[in-house]
Every structure is written in structure tokens, then in C-alpha cells.
């Protein structure tokens, strides 16, 4: 079989990592992204289609605490009246009201839901996404694309549950999402953060907060 080329970092190297009834996952002995290839993803509107049935209530309680896992650790260290883009919100931008609630301006990107290009072109104080990189179909342009987005530094603030280990992973049941594509560990972030000169920092098992370099400037 020929070799694959990472959708992060681009490289050659990548090995079979597991395979189950419906889809094949590769990892990247670079970056160590986990990955589906593009062969094996589904279509836009069946994607979509997933999507559609989640219940994510911007008034839900339990949602609320979910998110605030991320939301709070951002709130102790941006500046008052920051701006700030949700991107992958969603049709229920919840985390977007918790940071308005706090005093900051956000905007909303999703391609599903608010697909609102306008707010690709402008500069951010801090970019949010919660559950959303594991959804990326291709990882490098996507974050070559938002950290393009972000000033100096501005903080980058994730969510995703990380690989620990081929066991864990056969067992692991966000690989059985099929619109999850792309899974991430905490080298691929310290890959991402060289990348992209970064500072990094880990909260809880799912919280990934990124400090762009002050002296960091848009390629």
C-alpha cells in the first residue's frame, strides 16, 4: 500500500494504527495525528446530517458546565471587551453567549450552520473551538487558516478528547463517531505549538489553551 501523507504535518511516515468494522486509522510518526483517511470520510450532508440530531441547548445547564471546562481558564487571562471568534459554534452558540456574558465581543463561524465568511477576515484576540478539530478534514489548512486569524498574543482555546495509546484507542468510543476524523495527543499539540510558536498549556484531560508569541506575526 502506498504511503499516505498526513493531513497535519504533511509527512510520508505514517503506519497503521487500527482498523475496525467501517473505517481504517493511520498515525503520523512526525506529528502523531491519528487519522481517517479522506477515502473514508463522510459526505458534507452526511456529516450534516449527524450534526442535526445532537440537542446542544444554549439554556442547558449541564452543556453550560461542559463548556465553561474551557471557558473559565479563558476568561482568567484575556484583557476586558476582547474579541473573540467561536468557530465551528454550531446551531446552538452557547459558548459564544458565556463569553459575551463576560463582557467580551464574539463573532460565529461554522460551515453547517453560520457560514458567515466575512469573519474569516478579520483579526481575533482569542479563537474558541470546543469538539470541533477532530471534525477537520484537513487539519493543516484549517489551522494554517485560523492562527493567520490570531494576534499576537492571542489565545487559541480547544477541546478534544486526546489519544493515549493503541489499547485505549481500540477501545475508545469517540473513534466510533463517524464525523470524527482526525484525533489528536498531547505530542501532537507540542507539535502544533512549535509549529505555530506557541506557548501550551493542558487542562484536565480535554483542554488545550495555545499563548500565540507576542512577537508572532501573520506568514
Not at 478534544?160 to 466510533?176: P, Q
Request: charged share 20%; with cysteine; glycine share 6%.
Amino acid at each position: 500500500m502506498p504511503a499516505l501523507s498526513c493531513p497535519l504535518c504533511t509527512s510520508n511516515d505514517t503506519r497503521h494504527f487500527h482498523s475496525d468494522s467501517t473505517r481504517d486509522y493511520n498515525r503520523c510518526r512526525n506529528c502523531l495525528l491519528v487519522y481517517v483517511d479522506r477515502s473514508q470520510h463522510l459526505s458534507p450532508s452526511q456529516e450534516q446530517a449527524i450534526y442535526d440530531l445532537h440537542q446542544n441547548a444554549i439554556d442547558d445547564p449541564g452543556y453550560l458546565k461542559f463548556l465553561s471546562r474551557l471557558a473559565n481558564p479563558l476568561f482568567d487571562r484575556l484583557p476586558a471587551n476582547s474579541q473573540g471568534l467561536d468557530y465551528g459554534c454550531g446551531p446552538g452558540p452557547a459558548l459564544a453567549e458565556l463569553f459575551k456574558a463576560q463582557g467580551h465581543r464574539m463573532n460565529l463561524y461554522d460551515p453547517f450552520y453560520a457560514d458567515f465568511p466575512e469573519h474569516l477576515q478579520q483579526a481575533y484576540d482569542f479563537i474558541v473551538c470546543t469538539e470541533v478539530v477532530e471534525h477537520f478534514r484537513a487539519p493543516k489548512c484549517e489551522f494554517d487558516a485560523l492562527f493567520k486569524l490570531l494576534k499576537p498574543g492571542g489565545w487559541f482555546g480547544i477541546m478534544t478528547k486526546l489519544v493515549i495509546d493503541a489499547e485505549a484507542f481500540a477501545k475508545w468510543h469517540y473513534k466510533n463517531d463517524q464525523t470524527h476524523i482526525a484525533f489528536f495527543s498531547q505530542p501532537t499539540f507540542y507539535w502544533l505549538a512549535t509549529r505555530y510558536q506557541c506557548q501550551l498549556e493542558f487542562i484536565g484531560k480535554d483542554v488545550i489553551i495555545l499563548q500565540r508569541n507576542p512577537g508572532r506575526h501573520s506568514d
